[in-house]
């Protein structure tokens, strides 16, 4: 029967210390990667704007200063059909190889269709 009734109450323990978010500063050189990556995500935008006509959404995830890829660009685009979203996509991707900026910083695009 006592093991179904309350214990005695216990005293609260010691307020833990607050937490807080402890971040190191960015070196230059960091700094600078990560303006790369910003400089490269916007310039793959012009480049889908110029090939697909428009792009509706973009968005920069998993940014890196640095190594062999540097972040992955999703962008939204118009979606006419899959034979007609390869043949632009293909161009799209010639386009980031010839260029002097994205053929340097290497990053994944996602190519989705533009739900609006």
Not at 29 to 48: F, S, T, Y
Not at 56 to 62: A, E, I, Q, R, Y
């Amino acid at each position: 029967m006592s093991a179904f009734l309350p214990g005695a109450p216990h005293a609260a323990p010691s307020d833990p210390e607050r937490s807080s978010l402890r971040q190191r500063p960015l070196s230059p050189a960091e700094r600078r990667g990560r303006w790369e990556v910003r400089a490269a995500q916007w310039r793959a935008r012009a480049i889908a704007e110029r090939v697909f006509g428009h792009v509706t959404d973009t968005s920069l995830l998993g940014m890196r200063p640095d190594g062999p890829l540097r972040g992955l660009v999703r962008m939204s685009v118009p979606f006419l059909g899959l034979p007609d979203h390869l043949a632009k996509q293909e161009r799209f991707l010639a386009a980031v190889r010839d260029d002097p900026v994205l053929s340097r910083v290497r990053l994944v695009y996602v190519l989705g269709p533009d739900t609006a």
